[in-house]
């Protein structure tokens, strides 16, 4: 009988290999089922004899989570099985065991070194805007001026060894002729990167675009993208990431991290038959790369793992969380031994604060907190317009001439400000820093006691320099020039972000909020400097004390910008908490984030990647959006009302020709089974592929049988042949006996619950042991949105 | 029709008053339903108006999660509604939204409060087992000697306002009789402090023995334990954990905060209706309340977040995750606040180490795994071994006895070792302790450079006196002391864990590894002082070099035992991680603790709280353990193959004195109403409870309701009434339409995720649609336990 079965499925391949048929399937009603249970004895057999197709699905289509986790069951007990017989059965039993966590070390590994590459040639390439090193073209501004010796304590860009391209064109470092040189050079680069990136996505990898985040939910909740996570997208993506990034874009890293470790992931499963073969447990592996990917993104290993678990995950077994801390830490500690930006930190902008904060301070931070969550929810807004301006007008059409204007827009208004002219990272490394005596930063530019005159001749000489301070001529220029980057980031990353680079969100989000929180702690300085008489500073900030920190209202800005774009919640604060590393700020991040957060969610309900997965129409079950209506599952089940009744086949009263019909007539792939037609008893569930091929291969290979033969779906085929007629075709192996039901009455709150935790694709309706109808995710997901006034069209994958 | 609901309802409680007899229904096949979908509708006006008993559960029930989600979203939906009618509604609805954070804030600090409270009084009772301060009998040891000018740089025993027993009664501080004076009291303190402590359990508050954590993770499953987060629960454990503590015995007051928190947390959901009336809510509320109690015990809040999920939650949604960090973080500020021990940190063991551990090292703590692990699974089979005795055999009968008897035992054995005498925190902080210049512990007794002799004088002045050096005697007694430390605990655990006063296992646990961890950790130490030339030690570790950080070995050997016997992980590490912030020894801690897992696994599956959980038959469905077996729905239902038919109500064939009679006849809490019994197609499911109510009420209260009175469960009432019968009875409103059935085929594997995923309590069998058999969760359980080859009858409770 398996033999037979395997005969079957060996030829499945070849039949169904229309994509655009299948993605008619996907769009049409029902797709493939909850079986395999029936077939899985014998699935392992089939996958070790390496019968191409099985147990794979098609493009653009979900898995089914209940039979890929019986699948891995069975191999797992099959093992179990083997493992008592032989030595070396028990030996690959403790290799496939180990299998993940090796896999694990390699995705860190292989993630953290391509993290720290992506580093290094990042910083190269943004230095090469600005000059060229004279001791060698590969060394960056910083390492060309390493060694020098008449730089200490001076600015950078005094180093002799390093030209700038005016010095190198034009012989002169400064002026107007060596500024416009410079101007020029500046553009010039970031229009050729900007450009090279944009031709070799459109070239090469359509897919590396993007931030990556939207897809990876929607693969993860389990739909299938073929070559999303593949090596073509991951070394353009890698590439393309770091041009992105050198042409000074309004993007970040951050995001396509994230997509790069998955595709390293996905590509290091291939290695493993257990992950390479089962859809499920290859998802528990890119949940782990997640994690990876924000753990080198932004040197937090455990905010990687809560950023897997909050934000990206849909199936996160808690033996997935344990590894996943690993890979991440592995990830973390490769990239820490290549030490990409010199300082042995894992990010530009780790910081330490020594300065306590006061509780009246909290007010500042609700309200940094407030502006971000205003400002995200703008974005969302603004963006999500733009980029269905995109898709829907002429503008979409021309992908690499949008990128080049962006880019020349971006240069062209980013060189004259120093504040956008330095790279992002950088600008909230500056933002996030707090001002000690040595730093030459025009941001700490402030009159040092004893030449600040009157109010100054005040301090005790114990003060060490540490207190607050009036503002010098430096930090008012600094100030306009942040207003100005503010307005610009503010409108410059809507357009950008969406475009055919990679481009992540979680930089320029974290530089606007960066600017507008440094903004704020100035302001709060300044004023408790000349009113710390004022009741409120009464009693904790007297004069001669350093009471405010304005790297610390910097930071809380940053983390409620991402928040109110994002709206991460914990997974924001313990990647906070370990950029800043100590507990004492963690209740002013909460404050922040929490403000963030409310405020965003009363503007509008969803995050940025909710949003984008919802204008291209991925077919995702958002597992945090509580179901609020009062429908019922008969509502929603097909068929309608009106429609004609649903396709179903009788488990023994149909002749081959009739099924053969009923596969022609529709495009459902999959039908319900019943008694009779009288009855509508429900007995099970039959894939459209698994027929097709079946009768086929009976029609070829099985002597007898012929349009009138009859089709039996029973246990037992009949011992006597039916009078007269050709023997029956039993097709009782390919029926899948355990197909969930429900009955009409079910709540759709319930329904939605039952789809999202146990991953299925349809569930049959009965009404008194009697079938009425069939729910699909997608009927779920266009009733959802019909409930929301959305339109339920968008619903298709397009 | 709803009013007569309501009036059906009302009368509930009376009914159904025997405990015993709700008992014995579970005990016997299937318990309530899932239904309250039908219901729901009215539910909310049934809550507003506080008929008592509706939508409440009897004790040692389990809840419906469907149902009371579903309650939860018509509340919900009800102020939803509310909401766009009227202001004050609007209002209500934002406090409503709000109660949950004012609910965790409160939490939050009363546990903290509770928390450093405990903490002051537990210091206080142990010091005075060795003396009493002269200036005011609340002064600890510490506090008495705070402001003495005497005693800096001094052993703190050396403070004059501070005598010890002996001081006191016989006037001598040292000597033989001072010696016995001391002895003696230290003893009888301890017989006193346990005494009290078991006395108070046992007449007050049974349920405040233990750990608590085996009954929390079963509550959080959805289990009913009336009392066992009550408010004398709190009291009593609350006071006798300071006994327990203080009195000497090794037990830890770690798992027991979990168990006041959540005794705080279900307490206080007393304030607010959303959380009175609900029980999933309630747990979700439990659930944060457990990551507080972890907190405050560790100063750990992201580790307690972690362990709430990783070891003690059932169900975990993404917002309670948020809560419980809020929560969290509001006890440690709380906790800190309060600075019990004066160091202004949450724990006595935080730990600062500044040296770098080497790659070779990994070898040492794989091996330090390996103990944790070995010590984990024996001292889980010895503890079980131990505690079915005393449930099994007379032991059990005196538990008064059994706690003076080994508290004697462990004060007599303790005394004369001064590692066993210090409480077990302080041993650990002691041994968790990187030794400087100026420690004055034994531990840290080293042979400074200078008066070492030749090898000595080898080092340069800059080592600063921190390089390794040679143990002095001090080291070579504390080595010997420690050793018989060691077995001391590890026996005295075993037997103590347990015993009837709170008592948990985190402090003895990683006593005994600290101990081996220290001991290892010397021994590394000294072998790298006099064979730094050894090729293992080549590089990096030469003369005059510190290279190995014995507290670093106490502290891994202490997350290795820890881990062996919880088998947690990621929380473990991530607990550890916030006592030695700093990323630099996650790697060594990972190494351990996974070691530590492996080894503990490989010897038996279960933590300590899933052995207690088996060993005391709590209806407890492990989210973890995968189920294995290819067993199908059709072997595990009810009936079997040669019991009795399965009792079914008809929807319309049946009369009032039919039902009344089955009812007597049968136990079971509910049954499922199918077409006819010829058909036996599924309509329906109905409780016993409300099948009681509403026939007892219709007779009594609805005009021509007799014993021949037909029953109806279909939809429409016939018109014109039964010819020349008395009027029907419709029980349409109490039958839950929605009743989820799978199919006989259906694998267990797939039922029981089923059942873990949705928290049923129950779930239909159909076959063709006709209705076979029903699967409890009970069957489940049994079942699971059969193929476990172990009792099945073990999972009652009892």
Redesign the interface.
């Known amino acids: 009988m398996w033999k037979f079965f395997k005969l079957l499925k060996g030829s499945s391949h070849s039949h169904i290999s229309n994509q655009n048929a299948y993605l008619n399937d996907l769009l049409k009603g029902y797709s493939n089922g909850f079986r395999g ?2 077939a ?1 004895a014998g699935l392992l057999d089939l996958l070790d004899e390496g019968v191409p197709g099985v147990g794979t699905y098609e493009d653009f289509n979900t898995i089914d989570w ?1 039979r890929e ?2 699948k891995d ?1 069975d191999r ?2 099959e093992i ?1 099985r083997q493992k008592k017989q032989s030595d070396l059965a028990l030996l690959l039993s403790l290799i496939d065991a180990f299998s993940g966590w090796l896999l694990m070390l390699l995705i860190g590994l292989l993630s953290g070194a391509l993290a720290g590459g992506i580093d290094i040639a990042a910083h190269w390439l943004t230095d090469l805007k600005e000059g060229f090193c004279m001791k060698g073209f590969w060394f960056t501004h910083e390492h060309c001026c390493w060694k020098s010796n008449e730089t200490t304590f001076q600015r950078r860009n005094k180093c002799p060894q390093w030209k700038s391209w005016a010095e190198l064109m034009v012989g002169v470092p400064e002026g107007a002729s060596a500024y416009v040189v410079n101007y020029l050079m500046y553009v010039s680069w970031a229009l050729i990167f900007s450009y090279l990136a944009v031709i070799l996505v459109r070239a090469f990898a359509p897919y590396a675009c993007g931030s990556g985040i939207p897809e990876i939910k929607t693969i993860l909740s389990g739909f299938i993208i073929r070559g999303y996570l593949g090596k073509w997208t991951l070394l353009i993506k890698t590439i393309t990431l770091v041009l992105a990034v050198s042409s000074g874009l309004s993007l970040g890293k951050e995001g396509p991290l994230v997509h790069v470790a998955c595709c390293c992931g996905n590509i290091l499963c291939h290695l493993f038959t257990k992950y390479r073969k089962n859809e499920a447990k290859r998802r528990e592996v890119l949940s782990a790369a997640s994690a990876v990917g924000v753990s080198v993104a932004f040197g937090a ?2 905010g990687g ?1 809560l950023f897997s ?2 934000e990206v995950s849909y199936y996160f077994p ?1 033996k997935t ?2 590894r996943s ?2 890979a991440a ?1 592995v990830a ?2 490769t990239l820490r031994s290549i030490n990409p930006f010199g300082n042995s930190r894992l990010v530009l902008f780790y910081v330490e604060f020594h300065t306590p904060w006061h509780f009246l301070e909290l007010f500042p931070f609700v309200l940094l907190g407030i502006f971000g969550g205003l400002w995200g929810a703008l974005f969302i807004r603004a963006n999500i317009a733009w980029c269905r301006r995109r898709k829907t007008t002429r503008l979409g059409h021309y992908p690499v001439l949008e990128v080049v204007v962006v880019a020349l827009a971006t240069a062209v208004l980013a060189f004259p400000n120093e504040y956008t002219r330095m790279s992002s990272s950088e600008l909230i490394s500056e933002l996030f820093n707090d001002c000690s005596l040595l730093d030459s930063s025009k941001l700490c530019d402030y009159i040092s006691p004893g030449k600040g005159g009157e109010r100054a001749a005040n301090f005790s000489m114990t003060t060490n320099g540490l207190a607050d301070r009036a503002a010098g001529p430096g930090v008012y220029t600094a100030l306009w020039q942040l207003v100005l980057a503010l307005v610009f980031k503010m409108f410059i990353t809507v357009v950008t972000f969406g475009m055919k680079v990679p481009s992540g969100l979680f930089i320029p989000s974290m530089a606007v909020g960066a600017i507008a929180g440094r903004l704020l702690g100035i302001g709060m300085e300044q004023l408790a400097y000349y009113h710390h008489e004022w009741p409120m500073f009464k009693g904790w900030c007297s004069l001669g004390a350093k009471c405010i920190t304005p790297g610390l209202y910097a930071m809380l800005g940053a983390a409620a910008c991402l928040g109110g774009v994002t709206r991460m ?2 997974s924001l ?2 990647i906070m ?1 370990e950029l800043t ?1 100590g ?1 004492e700020y ?2 002013p991040l ?1 404050a922040a984030t ?1 403000t963030s957060k409310w405020v965003a969610d009363a503007l509008g309900r969803e995050g940025i990647y909710e949003a984008h997965i919802r204008l291209n129409g991925y077919p995702f079950l958002e ?2 959006e ?1 179901f ?1 209506q ?1 429908t019922l ?1 008969m509502d929603v089940m097909r068929p309608r009302r009106n429609d004609p009744p649903l396709s179903v086949l009788t488990q023994d009263g149909m002749t081959v020709e009739e099924v053969e019909g009923m596969i022609s007539d529709t495009s459902y792939s999959g039908f319900p089974v019943v ?1 009779s037609h009288q ?6 569930f039959v894939l459209r592929r698994d027929l097709v091929i079946s009768i086929d291969n009976a029609r070829c290979c099985q002597d007898g049988i012929v349009g009138a033969s009859r089709v039996l779906f029973t246990e037992h085929t009949p011992s006597h042949p039916y009078q007269g007629g050709p023997p029956p075709l039993s097709l009782r192996p390919i029926l899948d ?7 009409d ?3 759709m ?2 329904t939605v ?2 789809f999202r ?2 991953g299925l694709r349809q569930c049959l309706v ?1 009404q ?4 009425l109808g069939i729910i699909t995710k997608k009927d779920i997901l266009k009733h959802m949105a019909q409930m929301a006034n959305r339109d339920p069209d968008s619903i298709l994958f397009n």
């Open positions: 249970q029936v899985s209940v986790k019986s069951r797992h007990r179990n290993p455990i793992v678990l909050e808690l969380l344990w801390f690993f830490l973390a500690f919640t914990v604060v313990v908490f590393g507990l963690i209740v909460m929490m597992p945090k509580e609020e009062k599952a008694v009855s509508q008893r429900l007995v099970g006996l355990s197909p969930l039901a429900i009955t009455h079910t709540p709150e319930i619950d039952i935790k146990l009965t008194n042991g009697c079938l």
